[in-house]
Nanobody
């Protein structure tokens, strides 16, 4: 199972940007599908973005498409999420996730999860 550690969260003003990173250890990152999810207080965990292996196809949730970009650097065992034009609606704990076999927006497809990093957007 892949071990995942997120970083890069923090407090940012509306309209600003943040870049989240997720470092993986264990099985080779290049053999896994990677994704970001988020969970706001009182809400269910929501799909944000996913990136496939080996060619890096991407999927985005409707609420972030055009503002967020997911990328992977297999040599560094790292996946990043560049978040631009942030709004208060983006405030949440962001989780990195890994799946062996499925390129999906479904939470249940992912076997490994990080501990999460808090993103707070002030309006």
């Amino acid at each position: 199972q892949v071990q995942l550690v997120e970083s890069g969260g923090g407090l940012v003003q509306a309209g600003g940007s943040l870049r989240l990173s997720c470092v993986a250890s264990g099985p080779t990152l290049s053999s896994t599908y990677m994704a970001w999810f988020r969970q706001a207080p009182g809400k269910e965990r929501e799909f944000v973005a996913a990136i496939s292996r080996p060619f890096g196809m991407t999927l985005y949730g409707d609420s972030v498409r055009g503002r967020f970009t997911i990328d992977r650097q297999n040599a560094k065992s790292m996946v990043t999420l560049q978040m631009n034009n942030l709004t208060s609606e983006d405030t949440a704990v962001y989780y990195c996730a890994a799946a062996r076999d499925t390129f999906s927006q479904s939470i249940g497809a992912y076997e490994s999860w990080g501990q999460g990093t808090q993103v707070t957007v002030s309006s």
